[in-house]
């Protein structure tokens, strides 16, 4: 049998390295150990094993939407979002995420509420667990003839029929969408039910990655900057170059300003 840690670096290497799965254990195993240095490591890893348990009771929370359409006999069901709808340029960007039953990707929250960083990272394990997911665009051009709210329909619907499996129900972030398939809406989805969380991550990355490739067309409005949004340098990029084709003319700062191209 292997001997237990003894010293309190090995006492300090075992606490910090050990999964969740026996942490447990060796906090049992050492919290009446008096030496400082290994008070502390079982106080650090007690908290890194509260952290745990929180997130991981928030992840159940998310998906409990999820799990109670599936006990109703739903297989598929895919969570909807979009981004972009108070963009002054760019597109309306939706997707559509089809998670499965035992997926919890720790740290998935509305997109709004995540680092730049943190959303890149999510959007690989969005991807890498998803039954299936999909990304839809509808641009400047096509928002303006539909109007908003039309538009934004359009890229959820868009999203959803390229799902591969199609999904047989959805959950859609805000007011009904009026879809071919049965759905669900839930005010503030993006934030309290896992599908749609995963949907806002994957529509935001999708869209920025877009808007980025897109700024190098129009350097002139710095969109990898601003990503299409009414921040101050845009708006003045717009009075002193006018708008280009990506900017929506039906939106008030675009409408009555000269194209630039």
Not at 159 to 187: F, K, M, N, Q, Y
Request: with cysteine; glycine share 6%; proline share 6%.
């Amino acid at each position: 049998m292997a001997r237990a840690p003894s010293s309190v670096a090995e006492v300090r290497a075992a606490l910090g390295h050990a999964s969740v799965d026996v942490l447990p254990a060796l906090i049992d195993l050492h919290e009446s150990d008096a030496r400082p240095g290994v008070r502390q490591a079982v106080e650090a890893a007690r908290r890194r094993l509260d952290r745990h348990n929180t997130e991981s009771e928030r992840l159940d929370r998310l998906h409990s939407l999820e799990d109670r359409l599936r006990a109703d006999g739903w297989l598929r069901i895919a969570g909807l979002d979009e981004v972009g709808r108070g963009a002054l340029a760019g597109p309306v960007t939706a997707a559509a995420v089809v998670l499965p039953p035992d997926a919890r990707i720790e740290g998935l929250n509305d997109s709004k509420q995540l680092t730049p960083r943190r959303r890149e990272g999510l959007a690989v394990a969005i991807d890498s667990v998803a039954v299936t997911c999909a990304v839809a665009h509808v641009p400047a051009h096509v928002a303006d003839a539909l109007g908003m709210t039309r538009a934004v329909h359009r890229a959820m619907e868009l999203s959803l029929s390229r799902l591969t499996p199609s999904a047989d129900h959805a959950i859609t972030d805000g007011l009904r969408i009026g879809l071919a398939i049965p759905e669900t809406p839930v005010v503030k989805g993006d934030s309290s039910v896992a599908a749609v969380a995963a949907a806002s991550v994957l529509a935001k990355v999708a869209r920025d990655h877009l808007m980025c490739d897109l700024a190098t067309y129009y350097p002139e409005y710095a969109f990898e900057v601003n990503k299409g949004y009414g921040t101050a340098e845009h708006l003045e990029a717009i009075a002193v170059h006018g708008v280009c084709p990506l900017h929506r003319r039906s939106f008030g700062p675009c409408g009555d300003t000269p194209t630039l191209f």
